[in-house]
């Protein structure tokens, strides 16, 4: 009964909508299934763009798929060392 | 030269079994030769679901190691008409049988039937590409449940990834009031994460238990939902433009009453 009337006042959100949700969430790490090697390219080149703007620290970067709220990031922690004199006019 | 469909599921307990029983059964009532081949090799069950249990001589793995005559031991179903049953050893593992042996078996059931469907066991070990090994066509099989989905989608990546085209989807054990009350995900929903062709919803139907008790798969009851459901997914593997109709489960008085009062 409770449960009915939680529902007519919309404050329980659908198990079918949890259902989706958590299942969206999952077949986007199982695809992914990002192997060692792609992440390691991805790791490189990321390391070749940024390096033209800033002096990072490449061991200690740290690029990750993770859960953020109702989607999935890519979240890279990169240290800086130093930013480059940009010469600006 | 007949078609061998394998189905498949990834997840166990989804009713693999159950349908590749009663799409065979359908099928040979719709006057097509086929034969049934357990592929489950160590933990054989489709003997049980047709109710054939007692008439097994030999089995698979005798027929791929030359122990017998593939004829020996095909098992004809009594009750229909050009359905054969070829039962999984027992008591061997799935590593008795390689892929190359399951390719010959099934080219030289298909000279023999118009159908062959393959029960495929659960996982996605050697059995799962022994199974998927001599078929043209995959069938998988899930049930609304966040668990069997998923594996179905790891499922339909491997079958895609092997050189079959993609599977068709058979959504099992649905209930529309469930849905309905947004409690279970809807076809729509799982259509939408997997992207696939749905062949089939069969609903869920307590006398698939009364049919396995027995062992008379339920097409052969003229009474029973999914067996009905089953009929028509047959239908459409013979190429047949049947619609598929979603799921409006008839409520008891009951489930009203309740509904009325707004219990659940």
């Known amino acids: 009964m409770l449960d009915f009337i939680t529902r007519l006042f919309g404050q329980q959100k659908q198990s079918r909508e949890t259902a989706k949700e958590r299942l969206r969430l999952v077949l986007i790490h199982d695809r992914a299934s990002i192997s060692p090697s792609v992440m390691g390219e991805l790791k490189e080149e990321l390391i ?12 200690a970067i740290e690029i990750n798929l993770s859960d953020v709220e109702d989607s999935v990031a890519l979240v890279a922690n990169i240290p800086v060392k130093n930013l480059k004199r940009t010469a600006q006019a | 030269m007949g078609e061998a469909l394998v189905i498949t599921s990834g997840k166990g307990g989804v009713g693999k079994t159950t349908t590749v029983a009663n799409l065979g059964t359908a099928l040979a009532k719709r006057g097509n030769t086929v ?22 001589v030999y089995d698979l793995v005798d027929v791929v190691e030359g122990y017998c005559r593939l004829r ?14 070829l039962p999984a050893a027992q008591t061997r593992d799935k590593n008795a049988v390689n892929p190359e042996q399951m390719v010959a078996l099934i080219e030289e059931l298909k000279e023999q039937f118009d159908y062959v469907l393959i029960d495929c066991p659960a996982g996605i070990e050697q059995g799962f590409r022994n199974a998927l090994a001599g078929a043209q066509r995959a069938v998988v099989v899930t049930t609304p449940e966040v668990s069997a989905v998923r594996d179905a989608d790891r499922i339909i990546g491997l079958v895609e990834a092997s050189q079959l085209p993609t599977p068709t989807l058979v959504i099992n054990r649905m209930r529309a009031n469930m849905v309905k009350h947004g409690d279970m995900m809807s076809i729509d929903d799982i259509l939408e994460v997997l992207a696939v062709e749905l062949l089939g919803v069969v609903p869920e139907d307590d006398y698939i238990v009364v049919s396995t008790n027995k062992g008379e798969p339920a097409v052969l009851h003229n009474n029973s939902k999914a067996g009905l459901s089953y009929r028509d997914i047959a239908s459409r593997i013979m190429g047949e433009d049947v619609p598929i109709p979603v799921p409006a489960e008839s409520e008891g008085l009951i489930v009203r009453l309740r509904r ?5």
């Open chain 1, 48 to 59: 070749a763009v940024i390096s033209r703007y800033m002096e990072i620290d490449e061991d």
């Open chain 2, 35 to 56: 034969v049934l081949v357990d592929a489950d090799i160590g933990l054989r069950n489709l003997d049980v679901v047709m109710g054939l249990e007692n008439r097994i």
């Open chain 2, 72 to 85: 020996q031991a095909l098992i004809r179903d009594k009750r229909v008409e050009g359905l054969c049953l």
């Open chain 2, 260 to 264: 009325m009062f707004g219990s659940r």
